[in-house]
């Protein structure tokens, strides 16, 4: 089969790989119906994350079942699926505490910019769809394996409750579908922070009721302009910078919350003003497993319409372009079709 590789920063090729084969009897091999590029792919691309050699590329995934191992009782060949980037058993109790990123047993599942990939236990990590889609479904469906999914964790974890004002730092991908997320759980007012007018323009779309342009202090401070001069109940992040972060537990209100899903790079809280800010916290690797199939079932009711926020669609043989497009901010998101 083909898929990506990277081999260094701003060098990634479609190049032949290995077909997965089952090496465990939990395993399931699938068919890519479609993948994507992420923004977190870009920290490599950008050689912010060091390339010891050269790696497949890829965590977003929805695809045909083509062949299961002996032990996957819950999932069979020819069903539509969707999982997350970490494989889980749904079985520990780390897992039924709703935290399957961190599942005793997970695995990482990347490569999946590819024809073909191997997802390890293939029961608590794949969610099948009632039957197999429609075309005009799949982005959406593949929105749910990462980019929804993570919005909706920030989202959750950001303790947003019917009613409340939300803020959201960040315009990629997730940024704007924890905009939809907030909107689905019910906020009231979703104040999305960009100053890029294609991307304020689908937040509006997605459910946001304000565009703020400012970022750092001045973002924060017409955040407080915004609310009274007390902050959001709930600030999502998703940027994963050390003036992001800042800028999220800053813009909320003493007794709010943050929840965070950028990625932290070099990210140093500082303890006294953490301290005396009275911002709950919580965050990282979203436990997208959690909500895929209450996702899913949105999804397939036509409740939400999260694929709206691939606006480049290429062949997968094209997937260098998606990078180029994403890293040169011409894409939010690049959708690739084997
Ligand atoms: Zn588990």
Redesign the pocket.
Known sequence: MRGAVIHGPGDVRFEARPDPVVQAPTDAIIRLSAACVCGSDLWEYRGINPITGPTPMGHEYVGIVEEVGAEVTGITPGQFVVGSFFA?????E??RAGF?TS????EFVGGTQAEFLRVPLAD?TLVATPEVPSDDLVPSLLAASDVLGTGWFAAVAAGVQPGATVAVVGDGAVGLLSVLAARELGAERIIAMSRHESRQKLALEFGATDIVTERGDAGVAVIKELTDGLGAHSVIEAVGTQESMMQAIRSARPGGAVGYVGVAHDVALPGEELFYSHVQLLGGPAPVRRFLPDLVDRIWRGTIDPGRVFDLTLPLADVAEGYRAMDERRAVKALLRP
């Open positions: 889980s058993d749904n079985t520990c780390i897992c399957h599942c005793r047993h997970r608590g």
